[in-house]
């Protein structure tokens, strides 16, 4: 099916449906780095050693797996809408608590509430950027999702950083009343409440709705996204067909061929995990820490967080532009071979480490090797995973096969979480090698295994 682009007055509409919906992605990237700036704090506060901290930091990970998990569920159930409105409670419930612990243990159960609402989040947000856009701009639309998340990273680190100026340097310092870590946490208050507001202002789901029975709202919703020129009656006739093709996906129908899943969805998690086996996270999660590690005072280290933001940010924005025009499998290569090299400099750079601290070269060599590595995971892996996983599954399987890649995914960064203050403290050159080797198995995974999916429209998907 052949579809022209909308009209530019027209666009701008479609541009802010799908920026309401990514502000689910906007607090997935400020709730997953802002940790960042709280880490060394919360080390210190609650006198434990790195096992125990990074227990701390995964857990709200495992939220994120359930949260993922569930999702595509009770969207089926209840709507695409009604799920961002419950992530955006659960994102506030989470940023109080986490600001306003009693003990280490409810820190950590409030970090696995925002962990669930930033799962749903991961879900419903591609879900429905994909059920509204128009196909012909779908991938630019789809990488709004990783728009969002990356500047997200970027207002958290910059905010950390603010508040660190304001502590006078001292993570553990006092603003208002609250520690400066605690009030890290407590900011997402702000933006969780927009999200929740904005989900009033956005349309249901055309496929949603005519799953429900409401065919007259699904038309006007087409109409509103599509354009009025659309042949509507045509539309929700192709879109029933592909819904009648198909029932509501459960685990089950994932089951298939001798390694359990069908092939299509071993090939959704391995987009998933590859994307997190890389160590992008532990940029976004422990940066800071890791400056700190190598002998740059804690001032400079939050700053640097706060760069290294800046250009996954504009990583992002060059994906935007290509991922429509190069295709996926392009970017994904390119970003693959980027990393692997960034990645072994890190670890040749941290191969030098005496103490805590770089000779200047390999310092050098390690702060530049890190912006390029977050340029060409942004560039690539960040934004085509996404576009990839609403994009790539048949009709019938979509909603539970979205929802096992992205649980793959949280339960693969909860690895690489957990596991980095433990293998930093054993060998942190030798950690940068397990991330290169991961970065240049990705190169032949998607060679033999990923197909292009531009310019398809999701009922085309099968």
């Known amino acids: 099916m052949s579809e022209k682009a909308p009209r530019p007055d027209h666009l701008g509409h479609i541009v802010f449906i799908t920026a309401a919906a990514a502000m689910g992605g906007f607090l997935f990237g ?74 280490l243990w409810d820190l950590a159960f409030w970090r696995i509430i925002g962990g669930f609402a930033i799962g749903m989040a991961s879900v419903i947000g591609p879900a429905y950027i994909a059920e509204v856009s128009p196909p012909a701009i779908r991938g630019r639309l789809a990488s709004f999702q990783q728009a969002a998340i990356v500047l997200g990273i970027a207002v958290s680190q910059l905010v950390n950083y603010g508040i660190l100026q304001g502590a006078n340097g001292d993570q553990r310092g006092k603003i208002i009343g609250l520690e400066a870590w605690q009030l890290m946490l407590g900011v997402m208050v702000i933006p969780a409440v927009i999200y929740g507001l904005l989900s009033f202002t956005i349309p249901e789901s055309p496929r949603f709705l005519l799953s429900v029975g409401r065919d007259s709202d699904a038309k006007a919703v087409l109409a509103d996204v599509e354009g009025k020129e659309v042949d509507l009656d045509a539309r929700v006739t192709e879109i029933k067909t592909a819904m009648h093709r198909e029932h509501k996906s459960v685990f089950s129908d994932l089951l298939g061929g001798r390694f359990g899943f069908l092939p299509i969805v071993w090939i959704g998690i391995g987009l998933s995990v590859f994307q997190q086996l890389v160590g992008i996270n532990v940029a976004f999660y422990y940066s800071a820490t890791l400056w700190q590690s190598v002998g740059i005072n804690p001032s400079s280290s939050f700053f640097y967080s706060f760069t290294t933001s800046i250009v996954n940010i504009i990583g992002t924005v060059i994906a935007m532009v290509f991922v429509d025009r190069i295709g996926r499998r392009p970017l994904a290569l390119i970003g693959s071979c980027g990393m692997a090299v960034s990645l072994a400099l890190e670890a040749w750079a941290f191969s030098s480490k005496h103490g805590d601290t770089l000779p200047n070269t390999q310092g050098t060599v390690a702060l530049v090797a890190a912006h390029t590595f977050v340029l060409f995971f942004a560039l690539s892996w960040g934004v085509v995973v996404w576009v990839f996983l609403g994009e790539m599954f048949p009709n019938k399987i979509r909603a539970a096969a979205l929802g096992v890649a992205a649980s793959a995914q949280w339960i693969a960064n909860w690895a690489i979480t957990a596991s980095f203050p433990t293998l930093a403290d054993w060998n942190l050159s030798g950690t940068y090698v397990i991330y290169t080797c991961f970065a240049a198995l990705s190169i032949p995974f998607v060679v033999f295994f990923v197909k292009e999916t531009k310019g398809k429209t999701l009922e085309e998907m099968g």
């Open 30 to 103: 400020y709730d997953s780095s802002v940790i960042n700036g709280a880490v060394e704090a919360i080390r210190d506060k609650y006198n434990i050693g790195s096992g125990t901290l990074a227990q701390v930091i995964a857990i709200a990970l495992i939220g994120c797996a359930i949260g993922a998990a569930t999702a595509g569920r009770i969207a089926d159930r209840i709507g695409r809408i009604r799920c961002m409105q419950i992530a955006s409670v659960m994102f506030t419930i989470s940023a109080v608590g986490s600001a306003l612990p009693f003990a």
